[in-house]
Nanobody, 115 residues
């Protein structure tokens, strides 16, 4: 099973940017989707974006479309989430996962958007 570790979170002011990284132990195949999910305090797990490694096909939740960009560097077994124009409502623990329900996900990285 692929092991995932997220990094790159932190405290940022509204309007700022962060780039999250998701490092995988290995991608045995590029014919998989990698998902970014997030969980805000007191709320359930929310899908943010996903990417199909083989083709680079991407999808975004409406709440982040136009502000977030997902990308992959398959040679480095790493998936990125570039987050721009951050808002307070983006504050959450961000996970990457190999399934949309987050069953196989990393430990997460905290993103806090606050002035």
């Amino acid at each position: 099973e692929v092991q995932l570790v997220e990094s790159g979170g932190g405290l940022v002011q509204p309007g700022g940017s962060l780039r999250l990284s998701c490092a995988a132990s290995e991608f045995q195949t590029s014919s998989i989707w990698i998902y970014w999910l997030r969980q805000a305090p007191g709320k359930g797990l929310e899908w943010v974006s996903n990417i199909y490694l083989r083709t680079g096909t991407t999808n975004y939740a409406d709440s982040v479309k136009g502000r977030f960009t997902i990308a992959t560097d398959n040679a480095k077994n790493t998936v990125y989430l570039q987050m721009n124009s951050l808002r307070s409502e983006d504050t959450a623990l961000y996970y990457c996962a190999t399934d949309p329900n987050g069953v196989n996900r990393g430990p997460g990285t905290q993103v806090t958007v606050s002035s």
